[in-house]
């Protein structure tokens, strides 16, 4: 036997049993089909088979060579069996394989032989210890229903344990040698003509030919069992059958054991022997009957029945007949034995004979014993199962059916009515707190004491207690079930007529059915009412270790109820407990597939799932499934990396009623909800039809489409297969081809259905919302049974249909991304709170989607500013190439016009790289599916579209700052050629004047210089015609634009426009919005009044703000700045087209703001032509050209003062601009990628950071100026933010640095490069030449080069070294202003500000909720609907009642989930259900939530200030609901995680 367990590779199970998880796992020999090669390969694949129900299972060989084609030719080939190595007898496999397990794996393998009908093993010989085992425990799993001919009610049937059952066995027995193959008689004898079984092995199959190594001594044991058809049935009655391997000879133990159990005993006999002892010492007792099959009589036969006084009538003799003849012979002896014997035994009663005879027995182990008094314990209280759960297990039933309730209502609010919704849902929450207290102070019962206790041993006492406890509860429920459900199929058959049983019949199948899950649940109350308790309870304390001991049985491979299928509840702390301590247990091999199956009441779905993957949930032969039960199935390492998985998760569901059925009971909506949950944790949906005939189906998938509808909505677009049971066909497939189309067109129709009942429209077909492939996605299958029932195996198209529907499953996983154990979990809880709120349109409260949506705004806004600072770097640049324009290079070959074009080309260029670049980076992180990414599949259009406006948005910016630099440089042009006028004139003059006085013999005093200067120039100055630039009515100008701007809009704006006669009056004082001045509509209500207000006072303040920044910079106005301005307001009154504002309103608003900024924009103007008055520059420059004069003169060096100047006067201003336009960007910059950018990664970080600094102010002032200003106050703290990051660590110096070491640098490179120039021969050349370098980056005053070029002796090489110096020390004064400069000051003097910057990011849309105000957080600039995660009462954003005056309390996402109604302007004052909101307000999505925590944030501030913002908005403090007083501040800043 050692040798044989060696070849075959099961030695080192022989003492470490092989388990029935290990047989189970997925591995890769569990999902390919490679050929056998090895004898170590064949137990695998019988197992393999066998628990797939496969009747090839006993047929395993290896694959022959081919030499082996010739072996019929060999010379030694003289006898039948082969002695081939390879070959291996089928009876030693079975043999090796049972020796070599547990218990728990043998009781399997039993069970599934038994379905196959293969003959089980009885006594299983061990050649090594020669110890034999009685095999009870192995049988005491098999279920059997058949229906004898004696019972004399047609429609009644026995269904019972068969090693519980008292039949008449027959055994069959060799003595010696003999002809006949005793195992195929048998089977021909147990098999009607029309279906042939293989039922115990024979010579004539596969391998039955080889010799047997070491199981001669098994006793098999079968049965026939008759389905009440007299046409069919072989025998009326039940039979058990046993079959002794060996001769009798040779295992007198096992012959005596059988002489003893069987009622009548069948000897094939060889002639020689039947005067054997074995054969004498038997023929004289009455049981049992011996016969005695042979071949032929002769005369040694007879006078051996002489001398044993045998009966000649019990030989049968097979002579000349063929086999049918024989078998009926023996067929005819064996049914007049039975009919003419009460000698009955059952397989239990057959244990105490085995003892007897020293067999072992396999249930006399200790830890079943054991096991099995404490089922017994538990299980000898029932007497009537209804009253044993009301007592026993008192914390289900009604408290929990009225929990579940409560909890559903508290979500759904339908029977609210007029009452208060938080003084409702507190009146819930104390009915619920109750009903956990009547729950703890029942008690854990002795029975829970019992069971938890037997849990609690080790993992073989354990797994013994819990299969005893399954066998005895389902021994009680048999007593009721079978017939109750037999019942219920014939009322169902007529349901219009039977409505009032069937609902009677169905609650009394629920309350009769009693398993294990039962109990489980019951503990699940019992940890659920205990961590109701506090933290510190004894009691509590006792419990919590309850959840490991479940994730253990799960990891064991016991089911864990998901869905409590009798209250429709889904206990999630238990759940999230469980899980939690299995996710401790396993990780990090945590990952997880999860597969589920959908379908109609008894279409087999368990069992399809079983023959799958060798699971065991609930058939109907036992307790159908109610709820939804999973179960785990380990993924070897092997298989890991190829599944990238862990574990693979099944669930197995209730059936979904028909309508008829759902119209009873109201159980539509238990489908649904039962449909949407496991729909939503699952990898892979089977669609279980049965029979062909998909049509009755229709309303069932119904309720399927709308749960992959609801996925869909979520990201979870996974695949659907469709199992068609119970064809047979085997073109099938092909022939079914318009079926599938038809069942298509039908899911297409149903889908539409489901999109517009969920106002989801988009969704036109199946495929839209699931993965399914005609080709692909459709399994037929044959019926289960290849015959009649109860004595049909299971039919080898089934199981090998199941296993390519297996591979397929397999395949598809491959595909997905795992979930872990955690993940799982929370979709579990996030499922559940969509179902319990009828939320099937899932919402941000959704915690992985959530998740997966920050991650990608955050992703998205980073790259979004990438390519928004890169495009500021590059406007900066082209902006400055502009401003110099012509200034130090030749400018006849290109207009200035040309180079705008051209650099919008470029920019253009830039722009469609970025934007391709950020679409190819979408694209691909959905593709790598980091950050469960296919959640947010359906915002993935949102941010493509939001990347393209993003191109056009920077283009469009580009775009006016090119025109403005443009309108700027040909302003300056102009003013710069008149002023090298006037100094080119004075140049000459000077340079005159310096001829003249070097021809004068005599040297010239200073004093005469300076006389002889001061006549040159006042002399010069005569003679200059004055050219400069002429002043303009720039408020005019202004109201032109105004006039153009609104010319498309009518005549009645039109003739209020001829009304106004200028801008002079207009802009005084404040803008007041009023009814009695016609903006607005008579009915507006004073909340949108005091909205439009703070609208128009913000707007005006930024226009103001605007206005002084350009009075800050020294250029002239231009017509681009009013422009600015009108785009400013268009677009803030577009954000706000809500309010529905009359043109009067726009019109006054517009001319308030074009009257001050047209009197500001004149100053400018006025301002620029002061200074840019050509005479006015000659005098500022007089001083500068006398004493170049004089230098001159005197033949000094004025290397050290041009250096200082051309610092000075040309690169200090051009660095100090630089700084002014650049450092806001770099500050922005750090705040957006630095430690800040958790604030100001996405929209709704922002929120929640805003609203945690608001809550740690706690001022009553600060939320004020929050709700009603909320743009300034955002502004406040962003500046403040700002202020805090770049004072700390002197980082705002740091920064300034940084960017002053940057432009050093480049100047330093440019002197370099400008003294290595060979052409360069004079100062003008050489400082030319480094402009030119220094123009991309800097803008350099040409009329200050000029100037400094003019009348200029100095060296190019001796002045680099002396700018060498000047750049050094003017580095070393900038570092000083950079540390002395208040942070105010620098941020006054910045062109670009951070805090604005900032906002503009964090800003988004700027639309708010149109109930409470608070801010859209919607990610991408291009969103398809606004939402918000965080709503207020509505009370905070003025509402109040109108008769009582008090602030209102309700919040957004609670009003909408209710009976409610709200009446405003955008209602034309009409009542409007909340929650039919989306109709008025189409781009929002408010989701319903009405639990505690929803806005816990805002009902503490409500409580807080509740009287100071009565007092604030006119109004009585609001009626604060008793649940809002509870919540802390710790409370509400948890609830803004």
């Not at 096991?371 to 314990?377: D, I, L, Q, S, T």
């Not at 289960?784 to 090998?800: D, F, K, Q, R, T």
Request: glycine content about 4%.
């Amino acid at each position: 036997m050692k040798t044989l367990l060696e070849n075959l590779g099961l030695a080192e199970y022989y003492d470490k049993k092989l388990t029935l998880q290990t047989v189970l796992q997925i591995g890769k020999n569990s999902i390919t089909d490679a050929p056998i090669q090895h004898l170590s390969d064949l137990p695998w694949l019988f197992l393999k088979r066998l628990m797939m129900l496969q009747r090839t299972a006993r047929n395993v060989k290896c694959t022959q060579s081919d030499e082996a084609e010739d072996s019929e030719w060999d010379d030694e080939q003289d006898s039948a069996e082969s002695n081939c190595s390879q070959l291996v007898n089928p009876l030693d496999i079975l043999t090796a394989v049972f020796l070599c397990s547990d218990s728990f794996l043998q009781q399997e393998m039993t069970v599934k032989m038994s379905m196959c009908q293969f003959a089980v093993p009885l006594l299983l010989p061990n050649n090594d210890t020669n110890q034999i085992t009685l095999m009870l425990w192995a049988m005491r799993d098999i279920v059997k229903k058949y229906k004898p001919h004696s019972l004399s009610d047609s429609s009644r049937f026995v269904q019972e344990r068969i090693a519980q059952s008292d039949l008449p066995l027959v055994s069959f027995v060799r003595l010696g040698r003999c002809n006949i193959s005793k195992s195929e008689i048998l089977n021909k004898l147990l098999s009607n003509p029309q279906q042939y079984t293989d039922t115990f092995v024979h010579f004539n199959m596969d391998c039955g030919n080889i010799n047997k190594k070491i199981s001669d001594g098994l006793v098999e044991m079968a049965w026939y069992l008759p389905c009440g058809n007299k046409n069919i049935d072989v025998f009326p009655g039940p039979v058990a059958i046993a079959n002794l391997r060996g001769d009798i000879q040779k295992f007198e133990t096992e012959y005596s054991f059988l002489c003893k159990a069987s009622a009548a005993m069948f000897v094939f006999f060889e002639s020689q022997l039947l005067d054997s002892e074995l054969i004498s010492s038997q023929s004289q007792k009455s049981t049992p009957q011996l016969f005695f099959v042979g071949n032929n009589s002769n005369e040694d036969i007879r006078h051996t029945v002489k001398n044993l006084n045998l009966k000649r009538g019990n030989f049968i003799f097979k002579a000349k007949q063929n086999d049918a003849d024989f078998v009926d012979k023996i067929k005819i002896k064996l049914q007049d034995a039975i009919k003419n014997s009460n000698h009955k035994m059952s397989v239990v009663r057959m244990a105490e004979i085995a003892r007897n005879l020293g067999i072992s027995v396999d249930e006399d182990a200790d830890e079943c014993q054991f096991a099995k008094a404490r089922a017994n314990e538990i299980t000898s209280k029932i007497n009537d199962i209804v009253q044993f759960k009301k007592t026993e297990l008192p914390l289900q039933g009604d408290i929990l059916m009225k929990l579940a309730k409560l909890e559903k209502e508290e979500c759904r609010l339908k029977e609210v009515e007029d009452k208060n919704i938080d003084e409702y849902k507190n009146d819930l929450q104390m009915q619920q707190k109750d009903l956990r207290e009547k729950q703890y102070r029942k008690n854990m019962s002795a029975t829970m004491s019992c069971f938890i206790s037997a849990l609690s041993v080790s993992t073989i006492e354990r797994a013994y207690f819990l299969k005893w406890l399954r066998i005895d509860l389902e021994n009680h429920s048999h007593k009721v079930l079978p017939q109750l459900r037999e019942l219920y199929k014939q009322k169902c058959q007529d349901v219009c007529g039977n409505k009032k049983d069937i609902a009677e019949l169905d609650k009394k199948i629920s309350n009769s059915s009693l398993g294990v899950e039962h109990f489980i649940r019951e503990m699940s109350q019992l940890y659920e009412s205990a961590i109701s308790l506090s933290e510190n309870a004894l009691y509590r304390k006792q419990l919590e270790h309850l959840p490991r001991l479940c994730a253990q049985l799960l990891l064991d491979g016991y089911s864990l109820e998901l869905v409590d299928g009798d209250s429709s509840n889904i206990p999630v702390k238990w759940l999230s407990s469980v899980f939690s301590e299995l996710n401790t247990i396993v990780k990090p091999k945590n990952k997880i597939k999860v597969v589920t199956v959908l379908g109609v009441q008894s279409s087999g779905k368990s069992t399809l799932l079983n023959t799958m993957f060798g699971v065991q949930f609930a058939v109907s032969s036992g307790r159908c499934t109610r709820g939804a039960f999973m179960q785990l199935i380990n993924v070897t390492e092997a298989c890991n990396a190829d599944l990238n998985s862990d574990y693979i998760v099944i669930i197995d569901t209730e059936g979904l009623k028909s309508p008829e059925l759902a119209q009873l009971d109201n159980s539509y909506e238990h489908d649904n909800e039962l449909a949407t949950i496991v729909v939503g944790l699952s990898d892979v949906t089977i669609v279980n039809i049965a029979m062909e005939n998909s049509t009755e189906m229709k309303d069932i998938l119904q309720i399927i489409v709308h749960a992959f509808l609801r996925m869909k909505e979520i990201g979870k677009k996974h695949t659907c297969l469709f199992v068609h049971q119970n064809v047979a066909d085997v073109s099938a497939h092909d022939s079914n081809m318009r079926d599938r189309k038809f069942l298509l067109e039908q899911l297409d129709e149903m889908t539409q259905a489901a999109a517009k009942m969920e106002n989801k429209l988009e969704f036109k077909k199946f495929t839209d919302v699931m993965n399914y492939d005609t080709k692909t996605g459709d399994y037929y299958i044959p019926g289960l049974w290849h015959g009649n029932p109860p004595m049909a195996p299971v039919s080898i198209g089934y199981s090998e249909s199941v296993y390519t529907l297996r591979k397929r499953i397999m395949e598809v996983f491959r595909c997905y991304k795992p979930s872990n154990i955690n993940e799982f979990l929370k979709w579990t809880e996030d499922l559940w709170t969509a179902v319990k709120f009828e939320k099937f349109i899932f919402s941000f409260r959704n915690s992985l989607v959530a998740d997966a949506y920050i991650k990608l705004c955050t992703e998205y806004n980073r790259w979004d500013w990438t390519l928004r600072k890169q495009m500021h770097t590059w406007a900066s640049e082209a902006k400055t190439k502009i401003l110099n324009y012509g200034k130090f290079e030749n400018s006849e070959k290109h207009t200035i016009e040309d180079v705008r074009c051209n650099l919008l080309q470029e920019a253009n260029v830039e722009l469609s790289k970025g934007e391709d670049e950020i679409i190819n980076k979408i694209k691909s992180y959905y593709k790598q599916g980091d950050g469960h990414v296919e959640l947010v599949e359906s915002y993935r259009q949102d941010f493509i579209n939001s990347a393209k406006s993003l191109k056009t948005e920077l283009l469009n910016s580009i775009s006016r700052k090119l025109d403005d630099a443009v309108s700027r440089r040909n302003g300056m042009i102009k003013v710069e050629g008149i002023k090298k006028t006037y100094m080119d004139s004075i140049e000459k003059k000077v340079l005159n004047l310096l001829k003249d006085c070097r021809e004068k013999k005599s040297d010239m005093s200073d004093s005469m210089l300076d006389k002889a200067f001061e006549n040159m120039w006042q002399e010069t100055v005569r003679t200059l015609s004055y050219t400069g630039l002429q002043s303009e009515d720039i408020m005019t100008r202004v109201f032109h634009h105004l006039r153009n701007s609104l010319q498309s809009r009518g005549s009645s704006m039109a003739q209020k426009l001829d009304k106004v006669k200028g801008l002079n009056d207009q802009g005084h004082g404040k803008i007041v919005v009023d009814k009695d001045k016609n903006f607005i509509s008579k009915w507006f209500f004073q909340n949108q009044i005091k909205i439009t207000q703070e609208m128009s006072d913000n707007l005006i303040m930024d226009c103001w703000e605007f206005v002084r920044a350009k009075g800050k910079s020294k250029d002239d106005y231009d017509d681009t700045y009013i422009r600015e301005i009108l785009n400013m307001i268009d677009e803030k009154l577009k954000a706000h087209e809500d309010l529905k504002l009359k043109e009067d309103f726009e019109l006054a608003l517009k001319l308030h703001i074009c009257g001050f900024a047209s009197r500001e924009f004149q100053k400018i103007h006025n301002k620029f032509i002061q200074e840019n008055n050509p005479l006015t520059a000659l005098e500022k420059a007089k001083q500068t050209y006398h004493r170049k004069f004089i230098d001159l003169y005197r033949e000094r060096d004025q290397c050290q003062n041009t250096a200082d100047e051309f610092m000075r006067k040309c690169l200090e201003p051009a660095f100090e601009r630089y700084i002014s336009e650049n450092l806001g960007m770099e500050m922005a910059d750090k705040m957006v990628t630095g430690e800040n950018s958790a604030i100001f990664g996405t929209r709704t970080t922002f929120q929640i950071s805003i609203l945690k600094n608001l809550l740690l102010e706690s001022k009553f002032e600060t939320y004020l100026r929050f709700i009603k200003s909320y743009e300034r106050s955002v502004k406040v703290f962003i500046f403040d933010r700002v202020k805090k990051h770049f004072l700390g660590e002197n980082r705002i110096v740091k920064l300034e640095e940084a960017l002053v070491n940057t432009v050093v640098s480049e100047i330093i490179q440019a002197i370099e490069e400008a003294e290595q120039n060979p052409n360069i021969h004079d100062i003008k050349g050489f400082i030319q030449d480094i402009c030119r370098k220094l123009q991309k980056r800097l803008v350099i005053p040409k009329d200050a080069v000029d100037k400094i070029s003019t009348l200029n002796n100095a060296n190019p090489k001796k002045i680099a070294e002396c700018l060498q110096c000047s750049v050094k020390d003017m580095h070393e004064s900038l570092k000083r202003s950079c540390s002395v400069t208040p942070f105010q000051i620098k941020i006054d003097h910045l062109q670009i500000k951070p805090q604005d910057v900032l906002f503009r990011r964090v800003h988004g849309c700027g639309k708010q909720c149109p109930f409470c105000e608070a801010p859209c957080e919607a990610g991408g600039e291009d969103h398809t609907k606004h939402f918000v995660s965080i709503h207020r009462p509505k009370g905070l954003g003025r509402y109040r009642f109108d008769d009582s005056e008090k602030l209102v309390t309700d919040i957004c996402t609670t009003s909408v989930n209710s009976e409610q109604k709200f009446k405003c302007h955008d209602t034309n004052d009409q009542w409007h259900l909340y929650k039919e909101y989306s109709k008025i307000y189409p781009d929002w999505r408010i989701d319903p939530d009405s639990s505690i925590e929803a806005s816990a944030y805002w009902k503490y501030v409500m409580v807080k200030f509740n009287d100071k913002f009565a007092k604030e908005y006119n109004a009585k403090p609001a009626d604060i609901p008793s649940p809002w007083r509870k919540i802390s501040m710790a409370d509400a800043e948890k609830s803004l995680v």
